[in-house]
């Protein structure tokens, strides 16, 4: 199985800051990888997909980059509604796996 | 508006069974792909299975934790989506959610609508 490996596990940040979460994977998966947000008691959403696609209606400030190994979650300008827990997704290879999260906090 | 409802969690005995139900409303069910992804309380997402559509012959993958377990199956004439879970170990307990899977032309597939999930609880 692909092993998704994100960094940091959790972070504290202010609003107008710029954050990047990185999502590592045991081997090559192109750019097979996607990118949630899930808020407390809600379901994930769906952000970013090809690594660096934004999911439509999702914000400008929310990028994504890479491609084989290692990949990059960036919000340019924290707002106070991305407190949250972030993952990274790989689809390349069954089973699908995810990354451990990061948690946000603002 | 486009929804999928999650339901059938119950509580039940380690070794035991139970069937998840998903309905979805507002799309072309037949058309999609369904997953499965669980979450343990307090614990990050685990994707168990997927479906793929008629077209793919209904063909199903699973996770390792849950093959020759679980059983995904779908009635596209009522739009929904099952989950038969048997052998059920205590490390099965989670929130539940039916996921539409979206394919985009690039090849890419993006997990684009959740439900609220179900919640299975597998305890003595």
């Known amino acids: 199985d692909i092993q998704m490996t994100q960094s940091p596990s959790s972070l504290s940040a202010s609003v107008g800051d710029r954050v990047t979460i990185t999502c590592r994977a045991s081997?090559?998966?192109?750019?097979?990888l996607g990118w949630f947000q899930q808020k407390p008691g809600e379901a994930p959403k769906s952000l970013i997909y090809?690594?660096?696609t934004l999911q439509s209606g999702v914000p400008s400030r929310f990028s994504g980059s890479g491609s084989g190994t290692d990949f990059t979650l960036t919000i340019s300008s924290l707002q106070p509604e991305d407190s949250a827990t972030y993952y990274c997704?790989?689809?390349?290879?069954?089973?699908?796996?995810f990354g451990q999260g990061t948690r946000l906090e603002i | 508006e486009v929804q999928l409802v999650e339901s059938g969690g119950d509580l039940v005995q380690p070794g035991g069974s139970l069937r998840l139900s998903c309905v979805a409303s507002?799309?072309?069910?037949?058309?999609?792909?369904m997953d499965w992804v669980r979450q343990a309380p307090g614990k990050g997402l685990e994707w168990v299975g997927r479906?793929?559509?008629?077209?793919?012959?209904?063909?199903?993958e699973y996770a390792a934790s849950v093959k020759g377990r679980f059983t995904i199956s779908r009635d596209d004439s009522k739009n929904s989506l099952y989950l038969q879970m048997n052998s059920l170990k205590t490390e099965d307990t989670a929130l539940y959610y039916c996921?539409?899977?979206?394919?985009?032309?690039?090849?890419?597939?993006?997990?684009?609508?959740w439900g609220q999930g179900t919640m299975l609880t597998v305890s003595s």
């Open positions: 996921v539409r899977v979206h394919r985009y032309d690039s090849g890419h597939y993006v997990l684009d609508i």
């Open positions: 507002g799309f072309t069910f037949s058309d999609h792909y």
């Open positions: 479906i793929r559509n008629k077209a793919n012959s209904y063909t199903t």
């Open positions: 081997q090559g998966i192109s750019n097979y």
């Open positions: 090809g690594a660096s």
């Open positions: 997704r790989q689809h390349s290879t069954y089973p699908i796996t």
